[in-house]
């Protein structure tokens, strides 16, 4: 039996966090919400509490029947997690003088204590909370103080319940991750068997026996989630499976030639599909950015289920879908939000069942999986790409030269962002490992590409726009382009990225040069919210 941690949500921004923090110690966890714990479910080693975007004594707040789990198995409240086991145990939680935010200092914490294993004297904590705890319950002792809070950590006397007001999943609490370990590994005795070689071996028997000797349709899209799908089906299945690779005319230059042969070289059983010529003519004229989406979203279905029914025996639709695009997420509202599966358009009659061999898994993972599998890393690394392609990347009507000449000045910027090395230490290079980029760390430091220290990077072409320009003795007169690129961990939220001043110029200046029909590059300095990552 596998073994698993659950981490019951309460609403907070950095929940999925702690989970990618539990797994990083190679072990299972699930995310469910605050009221879904699984009685019963033998296979539970520890429960954590997360945080909220509630105070305990809001009306609405999220509460939940701590018997459910208490002096059954060890417990660790976070935040307002640790409120809560001190509100519902008869301690008192109220208003803080101030917002206690940002960085503290453990000054006083139980050396002996079995959470603070390891723990070195002023260890640094993050806060980040509006109430604090003024008593805690009977029973209970205070285990950790900085210099503003006093409950900072306690622990119950007498069953296995930890709480804690910082935030040990968040970078700024530098000892956060022994925190962790110690209460999953040593408390809830991980046996941490949960890696990407477990994963792969597991997933491929699963996959065997629940597919056995059927047809499995796959529609690939180039990036690195459908890609590892694939390449785990095809180790468990082989020719049974089929992959459609669906050609837009949309994607960066030369991208499908490329991809196609990197799944050759994989030795995916891969059609590829060249439809351009009819999302051009549908798209002809269209400028509206939603109806631009539905063009390409019907059509896209229509050329997918086409193909997908020449495979006349299929009985699987297998799919990328990843763990984060399931896990029901509570926003403040109380209200949850599912995340909607691109499943939808295909036909009832084909009677596919849906098969999803990354469902358990956050992005960092796969790429963890991917690497297992022996993928190539410029396969795995590949930067979030949205299925409407350069489509929403285009200001107005889409026109065949358009997208040439955005692909010409997109090809300039990512291969100017693969090439350019920049150094990174301390938290910015934790970041970066964290997200699975393979580098090595030498004397504090790692050298990583530009590319690899963004999330996400994008040319838009402003062909609504013209501008005057000079060139050689000629004026121009001529379109600019928007260069992207911003950090995230998720992207429900982004930052602008500070890219290097000197790669900027060099890239204005070869995109000017080079690309016909562009004279001039922007460099967009908004973040997410309010904006969003693409432009439309
Ligand atoms: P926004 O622009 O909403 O994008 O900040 C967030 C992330 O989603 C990607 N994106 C899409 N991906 N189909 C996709 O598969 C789409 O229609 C789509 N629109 C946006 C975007 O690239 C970013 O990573």
Known sequence: MQQKIIILDFGSQTTQLIGRRVRELDTFCEILPYNKFPVGDKSVIGVILSGSPFSVHDPEAFKVDLSQFVGHIPVLGICYGAQFISYAGGGKVEKADSREYGRANLCEFDVDNPLFKSFDRNSQVWMSHGDTITAIPEGFKCIASTANVKYAAYASLTQPVWAVQFHPEVFHTTQGTQLLKNFVVDICHSKQDWSAA???????????AQVGEDRVILGLSGGVDSSVAAVLLNRAIG????????????LRKNEFRDVMHDYECLGLNVIGVDASEKFFADLAGVSDPEQKRKIIGRDFIEVFNAEAK?????KWLAQG??????????????KVIKSHH????????????LCEPLKWLFKDEVRRV??????PEHLITRHPFPG???????LGDITPEKVRILQDADDIYIRGLREYKVKLSGEEARRVLAAGVPANMKDGEIEVSLYDQIWQACTILLSTVRSVGVMGDERTYEHPVALRAVTSTDAMTADWAHLPYDFMAKVSNEIINKVRGV????????SKPPSTIEWE
């Not at 991917?370 to 993928?375: E, I, K, S, T, V």
């Not at 409407?388 to 285009?394: E, K, S, T, Y």
Request: proline share 4%; with cysteine.
């Open 198 to 208: 477990s994963f792969v071996d597991t997933t491929v028997a699963e996959l065997k």
């Open 239 to 250: 020719k049974n499976l089929t992959c459609i690779f669906v050609d837009h005319g949309m």
């Open 310 to 314: 020449k495979i006349k025996d299929a």
């Open 321 to 334: 879908t990843i763990y984060p695009d399931r896990i029901e997420s509570l926003n403040i509202t109380g």
């Open 342 to 353: 691109n499943v939808g358009g295909l036909p009832k009659e084909m009677h596919l069942s």
């Open 370 to 375: 991917g690497r297992q599998l022996g993928m």
């Open 388 to 394: 409407p392609g350069l489509a929403v990347r285009i």
């Open 519 to 526: 004279n001039r590059v922007c460099y967009d300095i908004s």
